[in-house]
Each structure stands twice: as C-alpha cells, then as structure tokens.
C-alpha cells in the first residue's frame, strides 16, 4: 500500500465529475487499498478519489474506528429524508470549517469491492459523509453548499502538548540500579 497526494482547493480535479468505473480488477482494489491508508494517515473519516486526483467514481469510509472501512464503488444517492445543519471539514479544505445543510437520512447504492451491489441506509455522521464523499464524486466541495461565506471560519490547530518535564538524575539513577 502507498499513500497517495492529497489534492487541495482549487485544484482541478476536485471540480471534475468522475467517471464511472466499468470492471473492478486488482487496479481498482490496490486504488482502495491505497485510499484507505491515506484516509487513516490523514485522520479522515472518508476520501474520494478526487481527492487524490483520480476521476474514478470510488471512495472510502470509515466514521468508527468499530467498523472495517466502506469502499463503495460508483456510490450515488437514491434518495434523501430531512435537513439538518452541520458542521463539516474536509481535508482537501485543510484549515477550516463551514456550517452547511445536509440530509438527516440517506439511501445509498452502490457496488463493493467484489462488484456486489449494496444498499445503504444511513443517518448522522455516516449519512454525512455519505453526501460528502458523493459530493466530491460529482465534482462538488461543501464550500459550494455555504448559504454565506460567513458560514465559513477558520480553525486553529491545537497547540502540542508540553513535553513532560525531564526526570531528575537521582530518580533516574535510581530506576537503573533497579532501586525503587
């Protein structure tokens, strides 16, 4: 497994719709395989492939560390129920947040990694990134669903923690000669 480059707003391919993908073969599968390393490594709940600039309709999920990760091949959304206000990250939006409507349930269909075609019923977080990562499927970023750019703030990143103070050469020599 690799992990892939993330792409970054404005970049190109996350404003291109991907195409849908015709046979899953062992390219398909090592694309997931690397998709999911990079969505850990990036403390992602889920990625696109857009999002790595390959416009093929394919992405991952993974919003409990209890689950394996979803991979859904040509996801789309078959319908939706209620609206919600959310807010939503992304890490091809590295910095910031915005507050958006998202649906309170969603129905998936889509295909697994062995072609199999799953259905999805789903709501909160998981509902979420469905419509998230489909989004991005299609070419769209939760900054196009802001009601106002006002909508849209800055995070800080937290600060690292102080490192813990050293300790001292008597208790230090102490844990060597197995005193204690």
Not at 70 to 92: A, K, Y
Not at 94 to 104: A, D, L, Q
Not at 105 to 122: E, L
Request: proline residues 7%; glycine residues 6%.
């Amino acid at each position: 497994m690799a992990l892939l480059t993330l792409r970054i707003a404005p970049d190109r391919p996350l404003h291109v719709k991907a195409k849908k993908i015709r046979t899953i073969d062992a390219s398909i599968q090592r694309l997931a395989d690397d998709m999911v390393e990079t969505m850990y490594h990036e403390n992602g709940v889920g990625l696109a492939a857009n999002q790595v600039g390959v416009l093929q309709r394919i992405c991952v999920i993974q919003v409990s560390e209890d689950e394996e990760p979803r991979i859904l091949i040509n996801p789309e959304i078959v319908e939706t129920q209620g609206q919600r206000e959310v807010d939503e990250g992304c890490l091809s939006v590295p910095g910031y947040r915005g507050t958006i409507n998202r649906s309170e349930t969603v129905r998936v269909r889509a295909q697994d990694i062995r072609g199999k075609i799953i259905k999805i019923k789903a709501e909160n977080l998981l509902a979420q990134a469905l419509e998230h990562e489909i989004d991005h499927l299609n070419g769209i970023l939760y900054l196009d669903h802001l009601e106002s750019h006002d909508n849209l703030y800055k995070i800080e990143p937290e600060p690292p923690e102080p490192p813990e103070p050293p300790e001292s050469s008597e208790s230090q020599e102490s844990v060597e000669a197995g005193v204690g």
